[in-house]
C-alpha cells in the first residue's frame, strides 16, 4: 500500500477539477463585461443585459448539442439550416393544427418539431457512421439540402404563424419566470442536463472516449457508431428546442433564419474550450463562449469606436485568439 | 577465407577491399547500449544476411549503416576509406540505401512520380514526365517488376508496390542495398520471385545486405550470415556452414532465469474457448485452437505471421468468420468484441498507446472504460465506486502514480501496462488474451507482470499469451502454437517447450515445422 499512501497526499481531483485553462472563458467573459462598463454605461443597464442573455440563448442552446458532436470528433455544419428547416416545419404544422386544437396546437407543433429535429440529426449521424463520409461532407449536404427546403417551403418569401396563436406562444421568447426570461430558463436547463448527461452518465463517458481515440473505444467494446451517432440525435434534439424559443420571436420563417449560426456556435464551443479534434468537452464554457460572441457585439453596437459592420470580423479573430491562446498555453 | 563465386566472377584473386567495412560500431541511447562493437565486412556482389531475434540490434545496425542513425563508437569504410554519414542523404550519396520493410510510398502518385518524388527531372521550368517514364521503365525491368511507370502505386498489389520501392532504391546506381525483411509481407510466390530478383542483382556487382526472420529464405539466399544477439556480434559465417537449425540456435543461445514463475501444473478441465476454422483477412490467417483453464497458451511466431491478426478476426475487429466459437460454454454466434466481453472474454492490446489507453484522460476513467455496464448498472456513472476499483487496482497491481489524479499519458510504460492489465481484469473474464505482455517495458514491470499473470491462471482463469520475444513466450507458457505466414505449423508442450524449437519452428519451411513437433 506505499504507492498508494503517497498517492492521497495530492488533492482528489473528483469531477470538479478547476484548472486555469478551463476557467479562461469565464475570465474572458468578465473582462469583456467590464470593457463594456467602462466604455458605456447603458451597458450594464439590466434591461440591456436581459437583452442580450436573451439573444444568447439560441446559440448556447445549440451549442450544447454541438458540443456533444464535436466532443466525439464529429461536426455538424448544418444546424443553421437545419434550424430554419424545423422552425419551417413548426410553423405549418401549428398552423394546420391551429383550427382544430385551438392553443393546444403549440405544444403539439413543439412536439412535432422535437421529432423533426431529432430525425434530422438520425440522418446525419446515420450517413456519417453507416456510409462511413467525413462528417465535414455530409453536414455540408444535408446543410444545402435543409437550407433549399425552407427556402421551398416559404417560397422564397416568410412563413408567418397563425394569428390566433400568436398572443399565446408570444411569452415563450418575452415572458419570463422570477424576473428571468423564459429562453434563459430554457437555456440554463438544457445546459445542466447537457453537463449531467456529459459528465454524470456512462453515454458521456463514452462519448468523451470516443472523441479521446476511437481505436481505445472499439477495443473496449464501445459501439463507436452508436455513440457518434447519438450525438448528432442530440445535437438535432437541442436545435429543435431552440426553434421553439425562435418561432414567438418573429413569429415568422424565412430562407435566411438561422443563416451562418452553424459558424457562430462552433465559434462559441471552440472558445469554450472544447477541443474540435474531440475529446474534451465543455458545457459550461459553449454558453460562456455563446455570452462572449454576443456580448461583445453589444459593446461593439454601444461604442462608436468602431463600426458594428466589423462585429463578425471580431468575432472571427476571437476565435484565432483564442485557439492561439490555448496553443501557448497548452505548449509550456 | 574467399568465397569461390568470388573467383569465378573473375574478377581478380587479390582481395579487394571489402565495399563497406563496419569497425566496432556502437549504439547508445542515453544509457543504454542497442549496439556494442559490431564488426563486418561487406563484399562487393555478395548477399549477406543478418539474423538475429526482436531486439537483436539488427535494425540498430541497419541504421548505422544507412545514414539513419549516427553510431556512438566505432566507425566505416567504403573501398579503404573512412566514411562518416551526416544523414541518410549522405549515405545514399556514397551509395548505400535502406528499403524499408514498411511501404513507404504516395498512393495517389504514379509509379514515376514515388521514384522521382524530391528529384523530379525537367525541362525548364516543366517537369520532364517523359523523360521519368522512361527511366522507370528501365529500373522497373532491372526488378523484374511488371507494373508500368504511369500506374497509380496505389492500384498496385501489394508485392509490386515491394518491388516499387526496391526499384526506387536502384534508381541511381548502388553499390550496397540493405533489405529490411522485404518479404514479411509477401505470399509464397512472392517471395520466390523477390529471391529471384535479388540473386540477379548480385550477379550485377550490387551487395545486398538481407535482414529477414525466415531462415529458410537466409539459406537459399545468403553467401554469408551475420548472427548479433542482445547488441553483440555473434560472429560471421560462410552461409554453406550453417542450417537452419545451428542458425536458430546461434540467434538464441541464451538461458531462462527466475525472471518467470515456475510452470504450473498440466491443465485438465474442459476447454473454456474452442475455436474452430477461424478465417481472418479473406483466409489470409486461418486457424483452430483452444484453451482451458488454468494454463497459459503461448502462440509464437515471427513479426508478420498473423499472429495480432487471428486475434482481432476474433473479436471481430478485423473482416472474419469461423466456423464455431464456443467461451464458457457458450456458442458465441457473432465475432464482436461487446459480446465476447459479455461472454466473458478480454484483450489486452500489443498497441498500448494507440489502442489500449486514452492517454489524455484520467486513470479512472481509463480504468473503467471497458467494464462501464458492469460497475453502472444504470446510466448514471458511479463515482464512487470508480474511485473504489482505482485505488484497488493501484494497491494490487503496483501501479506507481503521483496522484491518483494524473492522466493514463503521464504514467511510465510499465505502469500503463499495470493499468492496462487492471483496466481488461475488471470486467472478471475467464479467458484473458494478452499481446505483447511486456513490449518496451523495464525488467522489473515484466518480472512482476509475468508473475500477475501466474496468479490469474492459478485462480482458474485462460490466458492466451501472444509474443515475439522468445524467452517470454517459452518462460511464460504452458502450451505453445507456432504460427508461420497465416497459419498453425507446430504444437509444443511440456519439455519441448524450447526457444530453438520456437524458432526453427516459426521460421523454418513448415514442413520442417511438422516434423519437430511429432518428433
Known sequence: MSSADTTMAAPEGEGFRLRW???????????????????????????????????????????????????????????????????????????????????????????????????????????????????????????????????????????????????????????????????????????????????????????????????????????????????????????????????????????????????????????????????????????????????????????????????????????????????????? | MMLARTDMAGATLTPEPPVLRAEGLSKAYGSITVLSDVSLDIRRGEIHAIIGENGAGKSTLMKLLSGHAAPTGGGMAMGGEPVAFADAVRAEEAGIILVHQEILLAADLTVAQNLFLGRELTRGLAVDDRAMNRRTAEVLARVGSTARPTTRVGDLPLAQRQLVQIARALLDDRKVVILDEPTAMLANDEVDALLGIARSLRDQGVSILYISHRLDEVEALADRVTVLRDGRMIGTWDAAELDQRQMAELMVGRELSDLYPAKRPPATAEPVLTVTDLSVDHGRVEGSFEVRPGEVLGIGGMIGAGRTELIEGLLGLRPSQAGSVTLNGRTIPRLDVGAMMAAGLVYL???????????????????????????????????????????????????????????????????????????????????????????????????????????????????????????????????????????????????????????????????????????
Open chain 1, 21 to 332: 485553462a478551463d476557467l479562461a472563458p469565464f475570465i474572458a467573459l468578465a473582462v469583456i463585461v467590464v470593457i463594456g462598463a467602462l466604455i458605456n454605461s447603458n451597458f450594464m443597464a439590466a434591461n440591456n443585459l436581459l437583452n442580450v442573455i436573451t439573444r444568447t440563448a439560441f446559440i448556447a442552446i445549440i451549442g450544447v448539442g454541438a458540443t456533444f458532436v464535436i466532443a466525439t470528433g464529429g461536426l455538424d455544419l448544418s444546424i443553421g439550416s437545419m434550424l430554419a428547416f424545423v422552425v419551417g416545419i413548426m410553423i405549418m404544422s401549428m398552423n394546420a393544427m391551429a383550427p382544430a386544437l385551438g392553443v393546444w396546437a403549440i405544444p403539439a407543433g413543439a412536439v412535432v418539431a422535437l421529432i423533426v429535429g431529432s430525425l434530422c440529426g438520425l440522418l446525419n449521424g446515420v450517413i456519417i457512421t453507416v456510409g462511413k463520409i467525413e462528417p465535414f461532407i455530409v453536414t455540408l449536404g444535408t446543410m444545402g439540402i435543409f437550407r433549399a427546403f425552407i427556402t421551398w417551403m416559404t417560397d422564397g418569401g416568410s412563413l408567418s404563424i397563425d394569428n390566433s396563436l400568436r398572443g399565446a406562444y408570444r411569452p415563450v421568447y418575452f415572458g419570463s419566470l422570477f424576473g428571468i426570461p423564459y429562453p434563459v430558463v430554457i437555456t440554463i436547463v438544457v445546459a445542466l442536463i447537457g453537463a449531467f448527461v456529459l459528465y454524470r452518465t456512462k453515454y458521456g463517458r463514452r462519448v468523451t472516449a470516443v472523441g479521446s481515440n476511437a481505436d481505445v473505444a472499439r477495443f473496449s467494446g464501445v459501439h463507436v457508431g452508436r455513440v457518434r451517432t447519438m450525438a448528432f440525435v442530440i445535437q438535432g434534439f437541442c436545435v429543435a428546442v431552440a426553434a421553439i424559443c425562435y418561432v414567438p420571436r418573429l413569429g415568422a420563417a424565412t430562407p435566411t433564419t438561422g443563416q451562418l449560426w452553424e459558424l457562430q456556435v462552433i465559434t462559441a464551443v471552440v472558445i469554450g474550450g472544447t477541443l474540435l479534434r474531440g475529446g474534451k468537452a465543455h458545457i459550461w464554457g459553449t454558453v460562456a463562449g455563446a455570452l462572449i460572441l454576443e456580448v461583445i457585439a453589444n459593446v461593439m453596437v454601444l461604442s462608436d469606436m468602431v463600426s458594428e459592420y466589423l462585429v463578425a470580423a471580431v468575432q472571427g479573430a476571437i476565435i484565432i485568439i483564442a485557439m492561439l491562446a490555448h496553443r501557448f498555453t497548452s505548449a509550456r
Open chain 2, 349 to 519: 492490446t500489443e498497441d498500448r498507446k494507440g489502442k489500449g489507453l486514452l492517454l489524455n484522460e484520467g486513470l479512472g476513467p481509463n480504468l473503467v472504460l471497458q467494464a462501464l455496464n458492469l460497475i453502472n448498472p444504470g446510466i448514471r456513472l458511479n463515482r464512487r465506486k470508480e474511485t473504489g476499483a482505482l485505488k484497488t487496482a493501484v494497491d494490487e497491481y503496483d501501479i506507481r502514480v503521483r496522484s491518483l489524479s494524473v492522466e493514463a499519458g503521464q504514467l511510465s510504460g510499465g505502469n500503463q501496462q499495470k493499468l492496462l492489465l487492471a483496466k481488461v481484469m475488471q470486467a472478471d473474464p475467464a479467458v484473458v488474451i494478452i499481446d505483447e505482455p511486456t513490449r518496451g517495458i523495464d525488467i522489473g514491470n515484466k518480472s512482476q507482470i509475468y508473475h500477475f499473470i501466474d496468479d490469474l491462471v492459478r485462480s482458474g482463469k485462460a490466458c492466451i499469451v501472444f509474443s515475439s520475444e522468445l524467452p517470454e513466450l517459452v518462460g511464460l507458457s504452458d502450451r505453445v502454437l507456432v504460427m508461420r505466414s497465416g497459419r498453425f505449423v507446430a504444437e509444443l508442450t511440456g519439455e519441448d517447450i524450447t526457444e530453438q524449437n520456437v524458432v526453427y519452428a516459426a521460421a523454418s519451411s513448415g514442413r520442417g515445422g511438422e516434423g519437430r513437433t511429432q518428433r
